[in-house]
Every structure is written in structure tokens, then in C-alpha cells.
């Protein structure tokens, strides 16, 4: 049984004459008739009197058109609520990015998709790189920011944004704390704070390290970035991060590194050939721009 056999019912129901409720429908009386029938066979009885030309609707007719009232109204609500959803520059996206970008980047970039699109709606999501992965496969998220993930089980769109330089930080007291470039190397014997386990940082890092021959001697593994900078400035060790929002406040120096190159890549995911709400697309589009245009952090 489909909405426009219903919408047909309501019609003869409420003229009680098949002429006019044809005429009313644009449809020939034949065919309104035959739709009218198959309903009846349908639900197993009439939903009609019928004495000559004429038809009356019968109490199984009368008991259906409450239920047809109410199944129309819940799909002309549904299909209001879904044009108000891709309408330009309204409804709801799941947005997802990395932990350091929620210190500078995203709260500025919302800030400016506030003043662009006042009508739609974001549901926010920080997490890890990794962790971001599975909310993109499980379709909980529609874009996230982060480096670049890889999916074994779906196709992922990436599109590198900018460059993020990781820098070495010290402790103000540390002999290498008034030099300007280090190599990596030349920390390979201090104490590492470093991100958990997990995190696709930890494992840039890591990664960096080996590129050098270096094992780091990890001694403490913070949730956050602030954390790190925090346990460096207590003199308890060293690390290798972004230049993180509100780092001069920590008793730390940031050292620039000329070997290797240490850099990481930040671009906008998504799953390809998934459909994405128009509101999505057009952020995503937006995101694309603005921080092309931006060029590196």
C-alpha cells in the first residue's frame, strides 16, 4: 500500500463520489476505482457502500480514515522536516577532529561557519586520529580533520589542508634551551614525555625517533598536549609537539628541529561514495576553501 493510494482514499472518503474525487485528482475514474479495489482486497474488507452509481463510506472505511489521517500527517511532517534538512545552508552535520585542533583551529573556524551558515547545526567530536577512523566507518561522523587515516574496510577521501611543524620543547634551564635548531639526535639521552599509545602523534613521533636510530626513554604518557608541556616545564623530561595554543605559558622552550624534518600533514576526511546531507557537502566545501586559504599553521 503506498502514501498516493492512501491520499486517493482520503479524497473519495471525503466526497463520497468517485466522479468528482477523480476529477479533483487528475486521474480517470477507472483507475481511481481499480486503486480503490486493490485497497479493499488488501485489508480484506470494504471500505465502501455501494448502491447504484453512488458510495458511502462504511465503518471499516470510517475506522481506516482515522489511521490514513494519521499516516499522512506524519508523512507530510517527515517530508517537511527533510526539505528544512537540505535546504542551503541548513541542517545538521557530525563533525570530528584531532585533540590539538580544538585548542585554536576549530574554535576560530566555527566561529566564522557561525557568521556563513546561522542555521546549521554541528554535532562536534574530539578524539584521536584513530578513534576518528571508526566513527567515519561506523558513520557517526560525516568529515573529521586529522592527519591522514586509511580504512581496511572502506575507501577514504583525504585532502591535505596544510603543514604542521613538531618542534622540540625543553625546559627552560636545559643546555640546549638558547639554541634555535637542534638535531634530533642530540636528545636522545634526556627523559621523553610523550602522547599515549593510540594516538596517531605517538606513533609520528615514534616513527621520527627510529628514522635516527633513537629509542626514546619514555618515562610519563599524557592524555593531552597541554599535560606534556606541563611535565617538561617540571623539569621531568623533553618532547617533540605542535606549537599548541597557550605553550609560552609553560616554563618551556621550543626548539625547531633540522634533522630529519619534522612536520606533520593535516587534511579533511571522508568516506568516498557514502552519501553526505547537503549541509555536510557544503561544509565540507567550505572547510576546503577557507583552510586552502589559510595555507600552513
Known amino acids: 500500500m503506498e502514501i498516493q493510494q492512501l491520499y486517493y482514499f482520503k479524497i473519495v472518503a471525503t466526497l463520497q463520489h468517485m466522479t468528482q474525487a477523480a ?20 485489508l480484506g474488507v470494504p471500505l465502501f457502500d455501494r448502491q447504484g452509481r453512488s458510495i458511502f463510506l462504511n465503518r471499516y472505511g470510517a475506522l ?7 499516516i499522512l500527517a506524519e508523512h507530510s511532517k517527515v517530508v517537511q ?8 545552508g541548513f541542517g545538521e552535520v557530525s563533525f570530528g577532529f584531532i585533540h590539538t585542533l580544538g585548542m ?16 546549521m547545526q554541528f554535532t562536534l567530536t574530539q578524539s584521536t ?8 566507518e561506523d558513520g557517526d561522523i560525516d568529515l573529521c580533520l586529522s592527519q591522514k587515516i586509511e580504512s581496511k574496510i572502506l575507501d577514504i577521501n583525504w585532502i591535505e589542508l596544510w603543514t604542521e611543524e613538531l618542534f622540540v620543547i625543553v625546559p627552560e634551564n636545559h643546555p640546549l634551551a638558547e639554541r634555535e635548531y637542534i638535531k634530533l639526535t642530540e636528545i636522545k639521552d634526556d627523559p621523553f614525555i610523550s602522547i599515549k599509545r593510540g594516538n596517531s602523534l605517538r606513533q609520528m613521533v615514534d616513527t621520527l625517533f627510529q628514522s635516527v636510530g633513537i629509542t ?9 598536549m597541554h599535560t606534556v608541556a606541563g611535565f617538561v616545564g617540571s623539569g621531568l623530561g623533553v618532547s617533540l609537539i605542535p606549537d599548541i595554543k597557550g605553550l609560552d ?39 576546503i576553501e577557507t583552510l586552502l586559504s589559510q595555507g600552513q599553521k
Open 64 to 70: 481506516f480514515l482515522e489511521s490514513v489521517d494519521i
Open 23 to 42: 476529477e479533483k485528482l487528475s486521474i480517470s475514474q477507472p483507475a481511481l476505482s481499480k486503486s480503490i479495489a486493490n485497497m479493499e482486497q488488501e
Open 216 to 224: 626514546t626513554n619514555t618515562t610519563f604518557s599524557a592524555e593531552e
Open 104 to 119: 585554536e583551529v576549530v574554535p576560530e573556524l566555527m566561529a566564522h561557519t557561525s557568521k556563513k551558515y546561522p542555521n
Open 249 to 287: 605559558q609553560f616554563n618551556v622552550k621550543k626548539l625547531r628541529v633540522s634533522e630529519p624534518p619534522c612536520y606533520r600533514k593535516i587534511g579533511l576526511s571522508w568516506v568516498k561514495n557514502r552519501y553526505i546531507s547537503p549541509a555536510a557537502n557544503e561544509f565540507k566545501d567550505f572547510l
Open 81 to 88: 522536516e527533510f526539505a528544512e534538512i537540505t535546504k542551503p
Open 129 to 136: 586520529s584513530l578513534r576518528l577512523l571508526k566513527f567515519l
